[in-house]
């Protein structure tokens, strides 16, 4: 079960990644760069948004907080944030491979 610290960071991606990464051809590889250092990558996640300028006002301080939450996560923590996202991909790529 995940943290409630882990939920937070999630809702946005949640509500905004399929708009934020559509086009994307390893939408997981993008969403993994935000988060594959010791702190979350802001410059990254702001080239992300400026492809859809319409959406940044929505997302960009849901992405904030997002990140403040992930910097303040234990590396336990972040690890684990880590691992979900790699076996969303690969449950995606699953299912994708089915249709």
């Known amino acids: 079960m995940a943290t409630a610290a ?3 960071i999630a809702a946005p ?3 905004y990644g399929p708009v934020v990464f559509e086009g994307y051809e390893e939408p997981h ?3 993994m760069a935000l988060v594959w250092g010791p702190r979350f990558d802001r410059e990254h996640a702001h080239s992300l948004l400026e492809r859809r300028p ?3 006002p929505q997302v960009l ?7 403040d939450q992930f910097d303040r996560l234990p590396e336990a923590e972040r ?3 880590r691992t979900l996202i790699l076996r969303h991909r690969s449950r ?6 089915a249709h």
């Open 54 to 56: 319409g959406y940044v």
């Open 79 to 81: 690890q684990r944030l």
């Open 6 to 8: 882990l939920n937070a």
């Open 13 to 15: 991606l949640r509500a």
């Open 29 to 31: 590889a993008e969403l």
């Open 92 to 97: 995606w790529d699953n299912a994708q491979a």
């Open 61 to 67: 301080q849901a992405v904030r907080q997002a990140a």
